[in-house]
């Protein structure tokens, strides 16, 4: 992550000569050159971090966390991603919770939300983890919630492709009977793919049946920061 940094703290500083040594950008306020610098040191940022994502597994997760708004604008929504992610950690001990972009990567793996053998179910431990989520969820109403479902590599890639799309859509059903919005969720199969652990131990194989988030600001909360950054 320091790696990251240092890359991205080089190439604002590079836009930011540019931009203050542009004779047309010379009669803009401070601020707003400030937005301007930050929203495209943070695309290069969300470049670096989808990328980095990316080449470590989760490539369709960290495509979607990759992504950033920038800014002022981006740094009220990560403000508030910075909030969301440490409600989750106390109300779910024990998740994998990380803060990418302007966005959360939530894991959870198959002691968190377990399904029965070779099927879709969601257990009764299972369906008590994603209680513990529902208030969070409700708290920040202005995100969308991706949901990613994995499987190890026994059995057929379609197999497992299909089983994966049916234990993300269990989750999804789930969350929305439980009153959350249906249109803030989109549900996706990956199968086998994406491991981060090896498919060759049953300890390997456990990590690899998980559920994964991708929590980011829809439409209404990246207006509302616009507006806020613009005060």
């Given at each position: 992550m320091k790696k990251i940094s240092t890359i991205v703290l080089g190439t604002v500083f590079m836009i930011a000569t540019v931009f203050t040594g542009c004779e047309s950008v010379k009669n803009t306020s401070n601020q707003q050159r400030g937005v301007a610098i930050g929203a495209v040191g943070g695309a290069v940022l969300g470049g670096i971090l989808g990328n980095n994502i990316g080449k470590g597994g989760n490539g369709a997760l960290g495509a979607v966390l990759g992504g950033v708004i920038g800014g002022v604008a981006g740094g009220v929504i990560g403000t508030k991603m910075d909030k969301q992610a440490r409600e989750i950690e106390t109300a779910l001990p024990g998740a994998q919770v990380e803060r990418v972009g302007e966005g959360i990567r939530l894991v959870l793996g198959e002691n968190a939300v377990r399904f029965d053998t070779n099927k879709s179910t969601l257990t009764a431990a299972a369906k008590a983890n994603l209680d513990k989520l529902v208030p969070v969820f409700n708290q920040y109403p202005d995100t969308n919630i991706q949901i990613?479902?994995?499987?190890?590599?026994?059995?057929?890639?379609?197999?497992?492709?299909?089983?994966?799309?049916?234990?993300?859509?269990?989750?999804?059903?789930?969350?929305?009977?439980?009153?959350?919005?249906?249109?803030?969720?989109?549900?996706?199969?990956?199968?086998?793919?994406?491991?981060?652990?090896?498919n060759d131990t049953p300890e390997g194989r456990s990590k690899n049946r998980r559920v994964e988030f991708a929590i980011t600001a829809n439409e209404k909360m990246i207006q509302d920061a616009q507006k806020e950054a613009g005060k």
């Open positions: 990613y479902g994995y499987t190890d590599s026994t059995g057929t890639p379609e197999y497992n492709l299909t089983l994966s799309e049916q234990r993300a859509a269990s989750v999804k059903s789930y969350l929305i009977g439980k009153g959350l919005v249906a249109s803030r969720f989109v549900t996706t199969g990956l199968g086998i793919a994406d491991p981060i652990a090896t």
